[in-house]
């Protein structure tokens, strides 16, 4: 939810610089692992901002059970998350919600799972300890395989339960993923469980965010974030009768900005409220100027990427030259070598076939995070893959927001890449960025003119927008 969000999610503003931070890297079976000779069952617990959730999924991709408690009302008047009373919700409502689910999956008890996931980070440290404490409570006194999640990646690797349980092709590493939440704006290559890149950040504002101040610039209830009922109201505005310039336009790099357009809506709100404008303009005309220009710039920063990534991850049609470089090549076969010899074998494999194979490899574009449930995002992306021969897959929306399904397949993915953790002394991690920085501008080994400094990029945007103020 807006900046509190943002700080809920322990995330500094700006751009990552660090290229040194990582998702959890795979290691070995600390805690065990559940028989794989058969379909296993985990069950995810997520507490890292305002929503208690728990689910139980089968290694299949199988829903067995579901449960949350929500705290929008709890926060409704504070106008954001309130880090106290939010933990104290959760752990008010923590052990029924573990119950319910247990009960909705048609269990007896936490004994009858196979293994627990748990999101340990990033997010409000007082709210994840609530979650990290119960699970590994439960995982001792059942003496169950243990799992740390990282939220960003459970919100990415959704994708891949969302495919498989619908009955879909499966979601092959590597993809594209557009991860969109009240905390986080991020282009990422996804190329294994634990193997992530950063092609675009924000140099400011994640797109949840500006939808939650935005709402609440119209005076729309924000609860446990504004975007549906911005949403809601943008479809009752007129296209075209207000418009915003989408931010960065010109530039071209994969990074985001949203605060500009923050601030051109806050300017249009006061106009209309001191009357200075055209009478005729309704909240409602700016609530769908704002998303207009909002997607416009997801959909330019995304056409953008796509094309690099035809370059990096070997996406370019036989007909062209091109496939990897071999800088990136050696990174990824030592990624893969160092965290998942099964992968490393797939991706050598995958490379040897790529000389020759005549078909190209699919092209996916998962769009994950709490936005993505919003359904013109959806429908605008999806027809920019489907213009470009991307696959687009989203979960469904009532997974796009924070939930327990997420968690537990992200432990899942562990525990068949053979990881599993400690339970004891299980610490929670308030920052945590995923993945190392790639330059898209200079990845791929082909002449894109001069690299975008990420720095410099943060400094300058505010020339090509309306500055944030
Ligand atoms: O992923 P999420 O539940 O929590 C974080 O990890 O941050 O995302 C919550 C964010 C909020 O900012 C909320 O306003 C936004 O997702 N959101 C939406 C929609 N549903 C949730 N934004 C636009 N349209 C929606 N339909
Ligand atoms: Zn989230």
Not at 135 to 163: I, N, S
Not at 180 to 207: K, Y
Not at 319 to 324: A, D, K, N, T, V
Not at 360 to 373: K, N, T
Request: aromatic share 4%.
């Amino acid at each position: 939810m807006s900046g509190d969000r943002d700080r809920a999610r322990g995330q500094p503003k700006g751009i990552e610089l660090d290229d040194a931070g990582s998702s959890e890297p795979l290691m070995e079976a600390a805690s065990g692992l559940p028989d794989m000779s058969r379909p296993f069952t985990v069950l995810g617990i997520e507490t890292s901002c305002d929503d208690t959730a728990v689910a139980i999924v089968r290694s299949d991709g199988t829903i067995l059970g579901e449960a949350i408690a929500k705290q929008d009302d709890i926060h409704e008047e504070w106008g954001g998350v309130v880090p106290g009373l939010a933990r104290d919700a959760h752990a008010a409502a923590l052990a029924s919600v573990i119950d319910e689910a247990v009960a909705a999956a048609g269990m007896d008890s936490v004994a009858d799972v196979d293994a627990i996931g748990v999101t340990v980070g990033p997010g409000l440290e007082i709210c994840l300890r609530v979650g990290c404490d119960a699970a590994v409570a439960e995982a001792q006194r059942h003496q169950k395989p243990f799992v740390r999640v990282h939220h960003l990646e459970a919100h990415c690797l959704l994708a891949r339960q969302a495919a498989l349980s619908s009955g879909e092709e499966p979601v092959d590493f590597p993809f594209l993923c557009l991860l969109v939440s009240g905390g986080h704006c991020q282009l990422l290559l996804c190329r294994g469980v634990g193997r992530f890149e950063v092609i675009g950040s924000t140099l400011d504002d994640a797109l949840g965010e500006a939808y939650d101040k935005v709402a609440r610039l119209l005076g729309l209830g924000v609860g446990g974030g504004g975007g549906p009922a911005l949403e809601a109201l943008a479809l009752e505005g007129r296209p075209g009768a207000v418009t915003f310039p989408v931010p960065m336009a010109r530039r071209k790099d994969a990074h985001f900005s949203f605060a500009g357009l923050k601030t051109a809506v806050r300017m249009r709100v006061q106009a209309m409220e001191d009357d200075d404008s055209d009478a005729n303009v309704t909240r409602a005309d700016i609530a769908a100027a704002f998303q207009d220009a909002a997607v416009s710039h997801l959909e330019q920063r995304l056409a953008f990427a796509l094309e690099r990534c035809d370059d990096i991850l070997g996406w370019t049609p036989p007909s062209e030259p091109g496939g990897l470089e071999e800088s990136d090549e050696e990174q990824r076969s030592v990624a893969a070598d160092k965290c998942a010899p099964a992968e490393a074998d797939a991706a050598n494999e995958e490379k040897s076939e790529s000389a020759t194979a005549p078909e190209p490899a699919p092209r996916y574009l998962v769009v994950s995070g709490g936005v993505a449930a919003n359904q013109v995002v959806r429908s605008r992306i999806g027809d920019l893959c489907a213009s470009r021969g991307v696959r687009m897959v989203t979960p469904p929306p009532r997974l796009c927001t924070d939930n327990g399904v997420m968690v537990a397949w992200a432990a899942i993915e562990r525990l068949r890449a053979g990881c599993s953790h400690c339970a004891e002394g299980t610490e929670v991690r308030a920052r945590w960025p995923l993945g190392r920085a790639l330059r898209l501008e200079t990845a791929g080994g082909k002449d894109r003119g001069p690299a975008v400094d990420l720095a410099s990029a943060a400094a300058t945007q505010e020339g090509e927008g309306v500055a944030d103020s």
